[in-house]
């Protein structure tokens, strides 16, 4: 993986580091032949014709202004028809030029089009196969964020250096041209540049160190942005009042963004001016070098334009090819990040001979010493767990806020993998199963699902995907969920928009959507359950029904249930009381009782609630 340079400071990122960032281009352009080889190939093609328009039209300038002058001064090589027809051939390239750029323009959009559409589902699909663990990670989520961005700033990337290498073959041609005539002006052009160059790439390290430190303020800066003006967010902003404070909270990240950028920008500014003059001068020295040898005879008026001409769109070629060099430069260093990303491996995969999830399951799951610590934190999230749910079992987890409850459920369906112990499925550890299937037999509904803006539909259909043309399994999954009666409230049925961001979508209360969340876990033919708060909108009697449908449905399977919710807990075979990651007690909600800890003590709080 490429070093990283969130440890470098902003001043370090040296031209050597610019010049060996040139090495992802490769792979660049890789990307860009898998967006579309056909239009690759065109756009290179349009652009080798049209750099060596530049040089053809100079010199048949130079052919024309030769024979005018021979034809004035009555010179016998003068040739009226050979001048005329000189004037048709750049007339032909004039246009031919001006078509090309166009077609050149055309091939670019097109291609970064595709560049971003091909990156941006690269980017997803390699998000897929990644760790929830590493999604946590605020580094690695920098990166994808910066990965984000290159799918589009890339496309500007790739007309850059498209131009770059059309630039280069042209200033050959010139180069070619101007040697052959006078190899002394190459020098004076060379001694006007080379400041310029190393001016424009110190600034360009230090505006990309500066930008990238920026990165997590940016993010806040979005997340200002949304939260301080969006339809989810508005509700609460508007009780709190929270607009004033995101506002000002907004207004002094931003103006210390603008303050960093500007000072740079400033600097930037002044220096370039100064680089500027001194490639004129270098111009102006050459353009009185040409001049004082025409006038001396020694070159002929037409080379005096073609000389001057060269030198001329030579010296502009260069400046704009170090300018663009840098943003090039910069552009394949931000590859870094992309290519970072892509480098980032997932911990828990497919292990090599993945054993099939056992149908039906036989001895159960073991948790055996199970402790879990979440990425950058020293706390313990469970601590020495061990239990066991056996098949066909109903096992509800209750506990305090913050208790373990919901790891303990992403540790069984391998969101994560403990950091101590292990966990056994029929005697072998879970990580040897194939984890395709191991999540295909789970059935999970997290407290925070997704509300999807999609059809109602499509909100039970993304419980198994592959299913989504089934639309007898979509019903039945409603029905199952009791969510098959909200559905037929809304004319459109199951194609009824949810959520308000698009086609006139409904949104519908907490308790609706857990509902149609809960259809999800019917979908699967799952072997196992796990439901996190799966009721806590819903009231009682919805509570009720969903519960008696839960149990005749999950029949012989196994379940996990968590609940704040005694009465539902209940009804499970037996009861895990966790507390502070361990494990505090195990039983039937009648043992748990007798036993009278700290069940005993939740369940007669909140009975006391309820008289
Ligand atoms: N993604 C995370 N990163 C870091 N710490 C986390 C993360 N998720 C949970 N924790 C911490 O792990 C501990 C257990 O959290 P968990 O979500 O498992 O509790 P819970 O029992 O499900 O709580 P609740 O009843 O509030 O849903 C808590 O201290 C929590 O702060």
């Not at 589009?152 to 050959?172: C, E, K, N, P, Y």
């Not at 086609?503 to 509902?515: A, H, I, P």
Request: no cysteine; net charge neutral.
């Amino acid at each position: 993986m490429a070093k990283n340079r969130n440890t470098i400071p902003i001043e370090n990122i040296s031209f050597k580091e610019r010049l060996s960032a040139l090495k992802n281009l490769p792979n660049f352009f890789k990307l860009v032949w898998k967006s579309s080889p056909s239009k690759t190939i065109i756009s290179f093609a349009l652009r080798i014709f049209r750099s060596a328009m530049p040089v053809a039209l100079l010199y048949v300038g130079k052919l024309i202004i030769d024979q005018v002058v021979a034809l004035n001064t009555n010179d016998p090589s003068g040739n009226l028809h050979l001048l005329w027809k000189l004037v048709a051939l750049e007339f032909g390239l004039a246009i031919l030029s001006g078509a090309l750029s166009r077609m050149i323009n055309l091939a670019d959009s097109l291609l970064g089009d595709l560049f971003s559409n091909y990156t941006s589902i690269q980017i997803m699909k390699h998000a897929a196969t990644l760790d929830l663990d590493q999604f946590e990670d605020s580094v690695f989520y920098d990166k994808l964020e910066r990965a984000r961005q290159q799918t589009v700033g890339r496309t500007v990337l790739l007309s850059q250096v498209m131009s770059q290498v059309q630039d280069f073959i042209s200033m050959a041609f010139l180069l070619t041209a101007l040697i052959a005539f006078n190899p002394w002006l190459i020098l004076l052009l060379l001694l006007a540049i080379i400041p310029s160059f190393l001016g424009e790439s110190y600034f360009t390290s230090k505006n990309y160190a500066l930008s990238r430190s920026q990165t997590p303020e940016r993010r806040e800066l979005d997340y200002l942005r949304y939260l301080g003006a969006s339809d989810e967010t508005a509700k609460e902003v508007k009780i709190f009042g929270l607009a004033d404070f995101i506002i000002a909270r907004f207004r002094t990240l931003s103006d210390k963004f603008y303050g960093d950028n500007s000072k740079l920008a400033i600097k930037r500014s002044i220096w370039g001016t100064f680089f500027s003059i001194l490639g004129t001068m270098g111009y102006y020295a050459a353009y009185g070098f040409i001049i004082y040898d025409t006038v001396t005879g020694k070159t002929s008026v037409g080379s005096l334009t073609f000389l001057a001409g060269s030198f001329r769109q030579l010296s502009a070629l260069m400046e704009t090819m170090l300018s663009r060099f840098t943003i090039v430069s910069q552009g394949a260093i931000y590859l870094n990040d992309f290519i970072d990303f892509f480098e980032i491996k997932p911990k828990i995969t497919r292990p090599e001979k993945a054993l099939a999830f056992p149908n039906p399951i036989k001895t159960g799951f073991v948790f055996e010493n199970v402790s879990f610590q979440y990425r950058n934190t020293d706390k313990w999230a469970t601590r020495h767990l061990s239990f066991q749910l056996n098949p066909g079992e109903k096992l509800a987890l209750v506990g305090e806020n913050g208790a373990g409850k919901t790891t303990l459920v992403k540790l069984l369906s391998r969101l994560y993998d403990p950091t101590e112990g292990q966990i056994l499925l029929d005697g072998i550890d879970l990580k040897r199963y194939d984890l395709d299937d191991l999540r295909h037999n789970m059935g999970v509904i997290f407290q925070d699902y997704i509300r999807y803006q999609m059809t109602f539909y499509q909100n039970i259909a993304v419980g198994n995907i592959k299913e989504i043309e089934n639309e007898a399994l979509v019903k039945r999954a409603a029905e199952e969920s009791l969510a098959d009666q909200l559905a037929l409230k809304y004319p459109d049925n199951y194609q009824q928009w949810l959520g308000r961001k698009f086609n006139d979508g409904v949104e519908l209360s907490g308790g609706e959507w857990q509902k149609v969340a809960l259809a999800r876990a019917y979908m699967k033919d799952a072997q196992v359950l796990i439901l996190d708060e799966p009721t806590a909108a819903l009231d009682a009697r919805a509570e009720y029904e969903v519960f008696q449908r839960f149990a005749q449905l999950t029949k012989g399977k196994s379940a996990v249930l968590i609940s704040h919710r005694f009465s539902t807990a209940r009804l499970a075979d037996r009861i895990l009381v966790l507390d502070n990651g361990t494990l505090l007690e195990s039983g039937t909600h009648e043992e748990l009782i007798k036993a009278g800890g700290r069940y005993a003590e939740l369940f007669n709080l909140q009975a006391m609630g309820y008289q």
